[in-house]
Nanobody
Framework: VQLQASGGGLVQAGGSLRLSCRAS????????MGWFRQTPGKDRESVVG????????WHQPSVKGRFTISRDNAKSTVYLQMNSLKPEDTAVYYC????????????WGQGTLVTVSS
């Protein structure tokens, strides 16, 4: 499956952005979709994942309450609504997908840069 992420940009602290990730190809490979982020010099970290049925698992307590994940299965698209953005949210955000029963993500998007200015 191919993943195309979009929606990044430059925003002031306190602002909002919505990231989108559209999957093309076999939907069997998108049972689980998630968002990761990475800043220079740091490992990529998982932010949140969502299953096809809507089950959500957050991995970053710092974004809970500010970010919302959703998916539209008919459009094969997952969204990350980011509100009350902080400078520390600045990162390249990647979407990823995994098949049913997979123990790790196997498909990755190209990344979209989010820059939050103070």
């Amino acid at each position: 499956v191919q993943l195309q992420a979009s929606g990044g940009g430059l925003v002031q602290a306190g602002g909002s952005l919505r990231l989108s990730c559209r999957a093309s190809g076999s939907t069997d490979s998108t049972y689980l979709m998630g968002w990761f982020r990475q800043t220079p010099g740091k490992d990529r970290e998982s932010v949140v994942g969502i299953t096809r049925s809507g089950g959500i698992r957050w991995h970053q307590p710092s974004v809970k309450g500010r970010f919302t994940i959703s998916r539209d299965n008919a459009k094969s698209t997952v969204y990350l609504q980011m509100n009350s953005l902080k400078p520390e949210d600045t990162a390249v955000y990647y979407c990823a997908a995994a098949s049913t029963g997979a123990t790790e993500y196997t498909s990755w998007g190209q990344g979209t840069l989010v820059t939050v200015s103070s």
